[in-house]
Protein backbone atom coordinates (compact mmCIF):
# COMPACT_ATOMS: atom_id res chain seq x y z
CA UNK A 1 0.00 0.00 0.00
CA UNK A 2 1.51 3.27 -0.90
CA UNK A 3 2.76 5.60 2.08
CA UNK A 4 1.36 9.08 0.79
CA UNK A 5 -1.70 8.92 2.17
CA UNK A 6 -1.92 12.32 4.58
CA UNK A 7 -4.46 13.80 2.97
CA UNK A 8 -6.54 10.34 3.23
CA UNK A 9 -6.23 10.51 7.02
CA UNK A 10 -8.78 13.03 7.25
CA UNK A 11 -11.44 11.25 5.41
CA UNK A 12 -13.72 9.58 8.50
CA UNK A 13 -16.74 10.28 10.04
CA UNK A 14 -15.20 12.34 12.98
CA UNK A 15 -12.92 14.63 10.80
CA UNK A 16 -15.91 14.87 8.57
CA UNK A 17 -18.29 16.01 11.15
CA UNK A 18 -15.54 18.22 12.24
CA UNK A 19 -15.09 20.02 8.97
CA UNK A 20 -18.59 20.93 8.40
CA UNK A 21 -19.18 22.12 12.10
CA UNK A 22 -15.91 24.77 11.22
CA UNK A 23 -17.11 25.28 7.79
CA UNK A 24 -20.52 25.88 9.04
CA UNK A 25 -19.67 27.97 11.84
CA UNK A 26 -16.71 30.04 9.82
CA UNK A 27 -19.63 31.35 7.72
CA UNK A 28 -22.67 31.59 10.01
CA UNK A 29 -19.96 34.15 12.39
CA UNK A 30 -19.03 35.92 8.99
CA UNK A 31 -22.93 36.28 8.04
CA UNK A 32 -24.18 37.52 11.51
CA UNK A 33 -20.82 39.93 11.85
CA UNK A 34 -22.02 41.27 8.54
CA UNK A 35 -25.69 41.69 9.24
CA UNK A 36 -24.54 43.68 12.42
CA UNK A 37 -22.42 45.99 10.60
CA UNK A 38 -24.56 46.53 8.26
CA UNK A 39 -27.69 46.89 9.49
CA UNK A 40 -26.87 48.13 12.98
CA UNK A 41 -29.42 45.44 14.43
CA UNK A 42 -28.43 43.81 18.03
CA UNK A 43 -30.40 41.32 19.86
CA UNK A 44 -29.25 39.44 23.32
CA UNK A 45 -29.61 35.94 21.60
CA UNK A 46 -28.32 36.70 18.27
CA UNK A 47 -25.67 37.81 20.12
CA UNK A 48 -24.57 34.69 21.96
CA UNK A 49 -24.36 32.57 19.45
CA UNK A 50 -22.41 34.91 17.08
CA UNK A 51 -20.22 35.75 19.47
CA UNK A 52 -19.83 32.19 21.77
CA UNK A 53 -22.00 29.12 20.21
CA UNK A 54 -20.62 29.81 16.68
CA UNK A 55 -16.85 30.03 17.77
CA UNK A 56 -16.81 27.38 19.97
CA UNK A 57 -18.84 25.24 17.28
CA UNK A 58 -15.32 26.35 15.23
CA UNK A 59 -13.10 25.58 17.85
CA UNK A 60 -14.79 22.12 18.05
CA UNK A 61 -14.70 21.43 14.84
CA UNK A 62 -10.92 22.30 14.00
CA UNK A 63 -10.18 20.15 16.60
CA UNK A 64 -12.19 16.96 15.51
CA UNK A 65 -10.51 17.14 12.37
CA UNK A 66 -7.02 16.37 13.65
CA UNK A 67 -8.72 14.12 16.89
CA UNK A 68 -10.02 11.62 13.19
CA UNK A 69 -6.84 11.95 11.52
CA UNK A 70 -5.06 10.54 14.42
CA UNK A 71 -7.09 8.02 15.35
CA UNK A 72 -7.04 6.92 11.04
CA UNK A 73 -3.49 7.19 10.75
CA UNK A 74 -2.70 5.30 14.30
CA UNK A 75 -5.03 2.41 13.01
CA UNK A 76 -2.84 2.17 9.82
CA UNK A 77 0.58 2.46 11.44
CA UNK A 78 -0.70 -0.81 13.33
CA UNK A 79 -0.82 -2.71 10.18
CA UNK A 80 2.08 -4.46 9.24
CA UNK A 81 2.20 -3.46 5.59
CA UNK A 82 1.97 0.07 6.51
CA UNK A 83 5.41 1.85 6.87
CA UNK A 84 4.38 5.07 8.78
CA UNK A 85 6.27 6.92 11.42
CA UNK A 86 5.22 7.70 14.44
CA UNK A 87 5.76 11.57 13.44
CA UNK A 88 4.73 13.56 9.84
CA UNK A 89 7.32 13.88 7.71
CA UNK A 90 7.09 17.71 6.70
CA UNK A 91 8.95 17.65 3.07
CA UNK A 92 8.35 20.85 1.31
CA UNK A 93 10.23 19.14 -1.97
CA UNK A 94 6.99 17.34 -1.84
CA UNK A 95 4.47 19.27 -3.97
CA UNK A 96 1.62 17.13 -2.71
CA UNK A 97 3.13 18.14 1.16
CA UNK A 98 3.77 21.50 -0.11
CA UNK A 99 0.44 22.25 -0.93
CA UNK A 100 -0.98 20.85 2.42
CA UNK A 101 1.47 22.64 4.48
CA UNK A 102 0.14 25.87 2.53
CA UNK A 103 -3.91 25.34 2.84
CA UNK A 104 -3.06 24.68 6.94
CA UNK A 105 -1.19 27.68 7.40
CA UNK A 106 -4.03 29.89 5.35
CA UNK A 107 -6.83 27.82 6.79
CA UNK A 108 -4.81 28.21 10.06
CA UNK A 109 -4.66 31.81 10.08
CA UNK A 110 -7.89 32.21 7.82
CA UNK A 111 -9.71 30.61 11.20
CA UNK A 112 -7.53 32.63 14.45
CA UNK A 113 -8.60 36.03 12.52
CA UNK A 114 -12.36 34.95 12.63
CA UNK A 115 -11.89 33.51 16.31
CA UNK A 116 -9.94 36.71 16.93
CA UNK A 117 -12.81 38.89 15.28
CA UNK A 118 -15.34 37.23 17.48
CA UNK A 119 -13.71 37.32 20.92
CA UNK A 120 -13.05 40.89 20.94
CA UNK A 121 -16.70 41.48 19.59
CA UNK A 122 -17.81 38.82 22.24
CA UNK A 123 -15.78 40.46 25.02
CA UNK A 124 -17.73 43.55 23.75
CA UNK A 125 -21.15 42.28 23.77
CA UNK A 126 -20.78 41.17 27.37
CA UNK A 127 -19.95 44.80 27.82
CA UNK A 128 -22.98 45.87 26.21
CA UNK A 129 -26.59 47.18 28.40
CA UNK A 130 -27.66 44.32 25.24
CA UNK A 131 -26.37 41.70 27.50
CA UNK A 132 -26.53 42.77 30.54
CA UNK A 133 -30.63 44.02 30.51
CA UNK A 134 -31.87 42.04 27.88
CA UNK A 135 -30.23 38.47 27.61
CA UNK A 136 -31.83 36.94 30.68
CA UNK A 137 -35.21 39.43 29.79
CA UNK A 138 -37.97 38.04 32.54
CA UNK A 139 -35.43 39.07 35.67
CA UNK A 140 -33.69 41.81 34.34
CA UNK A 141 -36.83 43.56 32.93
CA UNK A 142 -37.60 45.83 35.69
CA UNK A 143 -33.77 47.46 36.24
CA UNK A 144 -33.28 47.17 32.39
CA UNK A 145 -36.85 49.01 31.52
CA UNK A 146 -35.86 51.43 35.08
CA UNK A 147 -32.55 52.25 33.47
CA UNK A 148 -33.85 53.20 29.82
CA UNK A 149 -36.14 55.88 31.44
CA UNK A 150 -33.41 57.42 33.77
CA UNK A 151 -30.88 60.12 33.55
CA UNK A 152 -28.44 57.45 32.89
CA UNK A 153 -29.97 55.88 30.04
CA UNK A 154 -26.92 56.58 28.07
CA UNK A 155 -24.25 55.33 30.66
CA UNK A 156 -23.22 51.57 30.20
CA UNK A 157 -24.34 49.53 33.19
CA UNK A 158 -20.34 48.22 33.59
CA UNK A 159 -19.59 51.87 33.63
CA UNK A 160 -20.88 51.75 37.20
CA UNK A 161 -21.45 47.99 37.93
CA UNK A 162 -17.75 47.09 36.97
CA UNK A 163 -15.64 50.45 36.05
CA UNK A 164 -12.32 50.42 35.23
CA UNK A 165 -9.60 47.62 35.80
CA UNK A 166 -8.85 44.42 35.87
CA UNK A 167 -9.42 43.64 39.71
CA UNK A 168 -13.49 44.59 39.07
CA UNK A 169 -13.62 43.13 35.87
CA UNK A 170 -12.72 39.53 37.15
CA UNK A 171 -14.94 39.91 40.33
CA UNK A 172 -17.77 40.87 37.77
CA UNK A 173 -17.67 38.00 35.42
CA UNK A 174 -17.05 35.65 38.48
CA UNK A 175 -20.60 36.70 39.83
CA UNK A 176 -21.79 36.57 36.20
CA UNK A 177 -21.17 32.60 36.01
CA UNK A 178 -23.24 32.63 39.31
CA UNK A 179 -25.98 35.06 37.97
CA UNK A 180 -25.79 32.73 34.72
CA UNK A 181 -26.50 29.42 36.67
CA UNK A 182 -29.25 30.93 38.75
CA UNK A 183 -31.44 32.14 36.02
CA UNK A 184 -30.50 28.86 34.36
CA UNK A 185 -31.64 26.64 37.13
CA UNK A 186 -34.47 29.34 38.09
CA UNK A 187 -33.00 29.55 41.74
CA UNK A 188 -33.01 33.84 41.50
CA UNK A 189 -34.82 35.61 44.20
CA UNK A 190 -38.26 37.46 43.13
CA UNK A 191 -37.46 40.50 43.46
CA UNK A 192 -34.12 40.69 43.48
CA UNK A 193 -32.39 41.26 46.35
CA UNK A 194 -31.03 45.11 47.22
CA UNK A 195 -28.53 46.17 47.94
CA UNK A 196 -25.59 44.77 46.15
CA UNK A 197 -23.73 42.91 47.99
CA UNK A 198 -19.55 44.49 47.81
CA UNK A 199 -20.49 47.03 45.28
CA UNK A 200 -17.41 49.09 44.08
CA UNK A 201 -17.38 52.02 46.27
CA UNK A 202 -19.20 54.93 44.11
CA UNK A 203 -15.97 56.78 44.28
CA UNK A 204 -13.96 54.65 41.81
CA UNK A 205 -16.98 54.58 39.32
CA UNK A 206 -19.52 57.44 39.96
CA UNK A 207 -17.01 60.17 40.57
CA UNK A 208 -15.39 59.69 37.37
CA UNK A 209 -18.25 61.95 35.70
CA UNK A 210 -19.43 63.64 39.04
CA UNK A 211 -17.17 65.48 41.40
CA UNK A 212 -18.57 66.49 44.68
CA UNK A 213 -15.28 68.84 45.20
CA UNK A 214 -16.81 71.44 42.38
CA UNK A 215 -20.37 71.90 43.97
CA UNK A 216 -20.87 74.92 45.27
CA UNK A 217 -23.92 76.47 44.52
CA UNK A 218 -27.51 75.65 45.54
CA UNK A 219 -29.59 74.48 42.72
CA UNK A 220 -33.42 75.70 42.40
CA UNK A 221 -36.05 73.44 41.47
CA UNK A 222 -39.95 73.34 41.10
CA UNK A 223 -42.24 70.68 41.94
CA UNK A 224 -45.75 70.22 40.60
CA UNK A 225 -48.25 68.35 42.41
CA UNK A 226 -52.64 67.79 41.52
CA UNK A 227 -54.63 67.27 44.22
CA UNK A 228 -56.72 64.04 43.82
CA UNK A 229 -59.97 65.71 43.56
CA UNK A 230 -62.18 67.11 40.80
CA UNK A 231 -60.48 69.94 39.36
CA UNK A 232 -57.31 68.11 39.94
CA UNK A 233 -56.00 71.19 41.79
CA UNK A 234 -52.42 72.08 40.81
CA UNK A 235 -50.06 73.04 43.34
CA UNK A 236 -46.58 73.72 43.28
CA UNK A 237 -43.49 74.54 45.53
CA UNK A 238 -40.32 76.50 44.15
CA UNK A 239 -37.25 75.26 46.26
CA UNK A 240 -33.79 76.02 46.71
CA UNK A 241 -31.89 72.66 47.18
CA UNK A 242 -28.08 73.16 48.78
CA UNK A 243 -26.09 70.94 47.20
CA UNK A 244 -23.40 73.01 48.73
CA UNK A 245 -19.70 72.14 48.87
CA UNK A 246 -17.30 69.86 51.16
CA UNK A 247 -15.15 70.70 53.53
CA UNK A 248 -12.37 70.84 50.80
CA UNK A 249 -14.02 73.87 49.96
CA UNK A 250 -14.12 77.40 51.17
CA UNK A 251 -18.11 76.36 52.07
CA UNK A 252 -18.10 73.40 53.91
CA UNK A 253 -22.41 73.11 53.91
CA UNK A 254 -25.14 71.78 52.63
CA UNK A 255 -26.01 68.03 51.13
CA UNK A 256 -22.93 67.50 49.65
CA UNK A 257 -20.85 68.25 53.45
CA UNK A 258 -21.46 64.02 53.69
CA UNK A 259 -19.43 62.87 51.18
CA UNK A 260 -16.27 64.90 51.94
CA UNK A 261 -16.63 64.13 55.39
CA UNK A 262 -15.59 60.71 56.42
CA UNK A 263 -18.53 59.30 58.20
CA UNK A 264 -19.24 55.59 59.23
CA UNK A 265 -22.49 54.10 60.28
CA UNK A 266 -24.04 50.76 61.42
CA UNK A 267 -27.21 49.45 59.75
CA UNK A 268 -29.53 46.76 61.64
CA UNK A 269 -31.12 46.40 58.44
CA UNK A 270 -29.75 45.06 54.98
CA UNK A 271 -31.75 47.59 53.54
CA UNK A 272 -29.98 50.64 55.49
CA UNK A 273 -33.53 51.86 56.85
CA UNK A 274 -32.33 51.46 60.26
CA UNK A 275 -29.26 53.22 61.49
CA UNK A 276 -28.44 53.39 65.23
CA UNK A 277 -24.89 54.38 65.20
CA UNK A 278 -23.07 56.95 63.18
CA UNK A 279 -19.86 58.21 63.55
CA UNK A 280 -18.06 61.52 62.20
CA UNK A 281 -14.53 61.78 62.00
CA UNK A 282 -13.99 65.65 62.65
CA UNK A 283 -11.20 68.13 61.21
CA UNK A 284 -9.21 67.14 63.70
CA UNK A 285 -9.14 63.49 63.30
CA UNK A 286 -11.31 63.20 66.45
CA UNK A 287 -14.71 61.02 66.07
CA UNK A 288 -17.84 62.27 66.97
CA UNK A 289 -20.34 59.19 67.87
CA UNK A 290 -23.73 59.90 67.38
CA UNK A 291 -26.37 57.02 68.93
CA UNK A 292 -30.09 56.59 68.54
CA UNK A 293 -31.75 57.19 71.75
CA UNK A 294 -34.69 55.15 71.60
CA UNK A 295 -33.00 52.04 70.07
CA UNK A 296 -29.04 52.38 71.24
CA UNK A 297 -26.62 49.63 70.79
CA UNK A 298 -24.51 48.52 73.57
CA UNK A 299 -20.77 48.91 72.95
CA UNK A 300 -20.23 45.55 72.53
CA UNK A 301 -22.59 45.62 69.84
CA UNK A 302 -20.85 48.05 68.11
CA UNK A 303 -17.39 46.74 68.46
CA UNK A 304 -18.60 43.88 66.69
CA UNK A 305 -20.81 45.19 64.29
CA UNK A 306 -19.92 45.80 60.61
CA UNK A 307 -19.03 49.70 59.87
CA UNK A 308 -20.25 51.13 56.48
CA UNK A 309 -17.84 54.19 55.11
CA UNK A 310 -20.98 56.35 53.75
CA UNK A 311 -20.54 57.09 50.16
CA UNK A 312 -22.73 58.61 46.96
CA UNK A 313 -24.96 55.63 47.21
CA UNK A 314 -25.96 55.65 50.63
CA UNK A 315 -28.32 58.80 49.66
CA UNK A 316 -28.52 57.90 45.84
CA UNK A 317 -29.11 54.35 45.95
CA UNK A 318 -31.34 54.47 43.09
CA UNK A 319 -29.68 56.41 40.29
CA UNK A 320 -30.64 54.87 37.34
CA UNK A 321 -32.67 52.28 38.04
CA UNK A 322 -36.02 54.20 38.91
CA UNK A 323 -39.21 53.34 39.59
CA UNK A 324 -41.83 56.36 40.29
CA UNK A 325 -44.77 56.22 42.16
CA UNK A 326 -48.29 56.48 40.14
CA UNK A 327 -48.90 60.10 42.19
CA UNK A 328 -45.60 61.05 40.81
CA UNK A 329 -46.04 59.59 37.33
CA UNK A 330 -49.87 61.48 36.81
CA UNK A 331 -48.68 64.77 38.02
CA UNK A 332 -45.70 64.83 35.70
CA UNK A 333 -47.96 63.90 33.01
CA UNK A 334 -50.13 66.31 33.97
CA UNK A 335 -48.25 69.13 34.18
CA UNK A 336 -46.65 68.02 30.68
CA UNK A 337 -50.45 68.36 29.65
CA UNK A 338 -49.84 64.60 27.93
CA UNK A 339 -52.76 64.31 29.93
CA UNK A 340 -55.73 66.27 29.95
CA UNK A 341 -56.14 68.26 33.37
CA UNK A 342 -59.47 68.82 33.12
CA UNK A 343 -60.68 64.63 33.10
CA UNK A 344 -61.78 65.01 36.62
CA UNK A 345 -60.31 62.77 39.25
CA UNK A 346 -57.78 61.83 36.11
CA UNK A 347 -55.20 61.69 39.20
CA UNK A 348 -57.34 60.29 41.55
CA UNK A 349 -58.68 57.53 39.28
CA UNK A 350 -55.67 56.33 37.33
CA UNK A 351 -53.98 56.29 40.83
CA UNK A 352 -56.15 53.76 42.03
CA UNK A 353 -56.61 51.33 39.22
CA UNK A 354 -52.72 51.63 38.94
CA UNK A 355 -52.28 50.18 42.75
CA UNK A 356 -54.63 47.71 42.73
CA UNK A 357 -53.49 44.18 42.52
CA UNK A 358 -52.55 42.25 38.75
CA UNK A 359 -51.04 39.12 38.08
CA UNK A 360 -49.99 40.23 34.97
CA UNK A 361 -49.10 43.06 32.52
CA UNK A 362 -51.39 42.02 30.18
CA UNK A 363 -54.01 42.07 32.68
CA UNK A 364 -53.38 44.89 34.47
CA UNK A 365 -53.61 47.10 30.49
CA UNK A 366 -56.82 45.30 30.13
CA UNK A 367 -58.02 46.60 33.38
CA UNK A 368 -56.70 49.99 32.73
CA UNK A 369 -58.47 50.33 29.19
CA UNK A 370 -61.80 48.96 30.37
CA UNK A 371 -62.11 50.82 33.72
CA UNK A 372 -60.92 54.51 33.22
CA UNK A 373 -63.32 55.10 29.81
CA UNK A 374 -65.97 53.25 32.05
CA UNK A 375 -65.69 55.56 35.23
CA UNK A 376 -66.46 59.04 32.89
CA UNK A 377 -69.42 56.81 30.86
CA UNK A 378 -71.18 56.37 34.23
CA UNK A 379 -70.20 59.29 36.36
CA UNK A 380 -69.31 62.23 33.47
CA UNK A 381 -71.30 61.16 30.63
CA UNK A 382 -71.10 64.52 28.52
CA UNK A 383 -67.06 64.57 29.23
CA UNK A 384 -66.60 60.86 28.14
CA UNK A 385 -68.75 62.36 25.23
CA UNK A 386 -66.76 65.43 24.35
CA UNK A 387 -62.97 64.20 25.25
CA UNK A 388 -63.09 61.06 24.13
CA UNK A 389 -59.38 61.17 22.10
CA UNK A 390 -58.32 62.85 25.95
CA UNK A 391 -59.52 59.87 27.62
CA UNK A 392 -58.37 56.91 25.14
CA UNK A 393 -54.92 59.01 25.44
CA UNK A 394 -54.84 59.05 29.24
CA UNK A 395 -55.56 55.17 28.60
CA UNK A 396 -52.20 54.42 26.48
CA UNK A 397 -49.67 56.82 29.23
CA UNK A 398 -51.69 55.00 32.01
CA UNK A 399 -50.76 51.63 30.67
CA UNK A 400 -47.43 52.85 30.09
CA UNK A 401 -46.80 54.00 33.71
CA UNK A 402 -47.88 50.53 34.40
CA UNK A 403 -45.51 49.01 32.46
CA UNK A 404 -42.45 50.98 33.81
CA UNK A 405 -43.06 50.69 37.38
CA UNK A 406 -44.83 47.19 37.94
CA UNK A 407 -43.45 43.82 37.11
CA UNK A 408 -45.76 41.23 38.69
CA UNK A 409 -43.43 38.32 36.98
CA UNK A 410 -40.88 39.36 39.43
CA UNK A 411 -42.77 41.04 42.34
CA UNK A 412 -41.66 43.91 41.45
CA UNK A 413 -43.58 47.55 42.09
CA UNK A 414 -42.61 51.03 42.02
CA UNK A 415 -42.76 50.86 46.17
CA UNK A 416 -40.45 47.60 46.19
CA UNK A 417 -36.99 49.16 46.53
CA UNK A 418 -36.90 51.74 48.74
CA UNK A 419 -35.32 55.47 46.87
CA UNK A 420 -33.36 57.24 50.07
CA UNK A 421 -33.33 60.48 48.13
CA UNK A 422 -35.53 63.16 49.78
CA UNK A 423 -38.18 61.60 52.36
CA UNK A 424 -41.05 61.39 50.70
CA UNK A 425 -42.14 57.92 50.42
CA UNK A 426 -39.44 56.32 52.18
CA UNK A 427 -37.39 57.55 55.65
CA UNK A 428 -34.66 58.68 53.26
CA UNK A 429 -32.57 61.55 54.73
CA UNK A 430 -35.05 60.93 58.23
CA UNK A 431 -32.74 57.75 58.79
CA UNK A 432 -30.14 59.81 60.18
CA UNK A 433 -31.72 63.61 60.95
CA UNK A 434 -34.50 62.34 63.05
CA UNK A 435 -33.49 64.28 65.97
CA UNK A 436 -33.01 61.32 68.00
CA UNK A 437 -29.38 60.56 67.22
CA UNK A 438 -27.52 62.28 69.89
CA UNK A 439 -23.86 62.15 71.12
CA UNK A 440 -23.21 61.53 74.88
CA UNK A 441 -22.48 65.50 75.28
CA UNK A 442 -26.20 66.01 74.22
CA UNK A 443 -25.26 67.04 70.29
CA UNK A 444 -28.43 66.05 68.02
CA UNK A 445 -28.20 65.28 64.17
CA UNK A 446 -30.88 67.87 63.38
CA UNK A 447 -34.22 67.61 61.47
CA UNK A 448 -34.49 71.07 60.37
CA UNK A 449 -35.79 71.64 56.99
CA UNK A 450 -33.62 74.07 55.91
CA UNK A 451 -30.37 72.46 56.53
CA UNK A 452 -31.28 70.75 53.15
CA UNK A 453 -33.35 73.23 51.23
CA UNK A 454 -35.56 76.57 51.88
CA UNK A 455 -38.97 77.01 50.12
CA UNK A 456 -38.90 80.31 47.82
CA UNK A 457 -42.50 80.24 47.74
CA UNK A 458 -45.10 77.63 47.25
CA UNK A 459 -49.43 77.71 45.92
CA UNK A 460 -52.08 75.49 46.38
CA UNK A 461 -55.14 75.50 47.88
CA UNK A 462 -54.91 76.76 51.73
CA UNK A 463 -52.21 79.25 50.97
CA UNK A 464 -54.12 82.62 50.06
CA UNK A 465 -52.78 84.19 46.66
CA UNK A 466 -49.64 86.40 46.42
CA UNK A 467 -48.95 85.34 50.20
CA UNK A 468 -45.12 84.59 50.35
CA UNK A 469 -44.08 81.54 52.78
CA UNK A 470 -40.84 80.48 54.03
CA UNK A 471 -41.12 77.17 55.33
CA UNK A 472 -43.43 74.44 53.63
CA UNK A 473 -46.62 74.47 54.30
CA UNK A 474 -48.85 71.11 54.32
CA UNK A 475 -52.21 71.48 52.53
CA UNK A 476 -54.03 69.86 55.81
CA UNK A 477 -53.01 71.63 59.16
CA UNK A 478 -51.80 68.68 61.32
CA UNK A 479 -50.18 70.91 63.56
CA UNK A 480 -46.25 69.93 65.09
CA UNK A 481 -47.18 66.40 63.55
CA UNK A 482 -44.99 68.00 60.64
CA UNK A 483 -42.06 67.86 62.52
CA UNK A 484 -43.08 64.70 64.74
CA UNK A 485 -43.83 62.34 61.86
CA UNK A 486 -42.20 61.40 58.80
CA UNK A 487 -43.87 62.48 55.63
CA UNK A 488 -43.22 58.93 54.31
CA UNK A 489 -45.50 57.19 57.50
CA UNK A 490 -48.42 58.48 55.41
CA UNK A 491 -46.58 58.36 51.45
CA UNK A 492 -45.25 55.11 51.63
CA UNK A 493 -48.36 52.54 50.96
CA UNK A 494 -49.47 54.28 48.23
CA UNK A 495 -48.88 56.48 45.00
CA UNK A 496 -51.58 59.08 45.31
CA UNK A 497 -51.22 62.16 47.93
CA UNK A 498 -53.12 60.93 51.02
CA UNK A 499 -56.71 62.44 50.73
CA UNK A 500 -56.52 66.94 51.22
CA UNK A 501 -52.70 65.55 51.37
CA UNK A 502 -49.77 66.46 49.20
CA UNK A 503 -45.87 67.53 49.55
CA UNK A 504 -42.83 67.92 48.41
CA UNK A 505 -41.08 65.11 47.85
CA UNK A 506 -37.60 64.79 46.07
Sequence with gaps: MPV??????????????????ATTATFLIIAFLSLEAITGFEHPYIGIMTYFIFPGMLILGLILVPVGAWRVRNRRRQHPDEDIPPFPRIDL?????????????VATALFVLIVSVAAIKGYEFTESTT???????????????????????????????????????????????????AVLAHKYPTPIETPIENLRPARDTCEHCHWPEKFYAGRQKVFYHYAPNEQNTPREINMLIKIGGTPKTPHAMGIHWHIGTEVHYIARDKKRLDIPYIAVKEKDGTITEYMNTEKPMTRAEIEKAKKRLMDCTDCHNRPTHIYRSPGQEMDEHIVSRLIDPSLPY??????EILEKPYKTTEEAKAAIAAELPAYYAKNYPKVAQEKGAAITQAVAIVQDIYSRNFFPAMKVAWNTYPNHIGHFYTPGCFRCHDGKHKTAAGKVISKDCDLCHTVISQTQENIPAGKQVRSFVHPVDIGDELMKTNCSDCHTAGGEDVPGGGGHGH
Excluded at 156 to 181: D, M, N, T
Aim: charged fraction near 20%.
Design 4 to 21: RKTAGYAWNLISMVGMIL
Design 93 to 105: NDPHKRRLFIFFN
Design 131 to 181: FCGELCHTVMQPEHTAWKNSPHARVKCVECHVGPGAKWFVKAKISGLRQVY
Design 346 to 351: IKKVAV
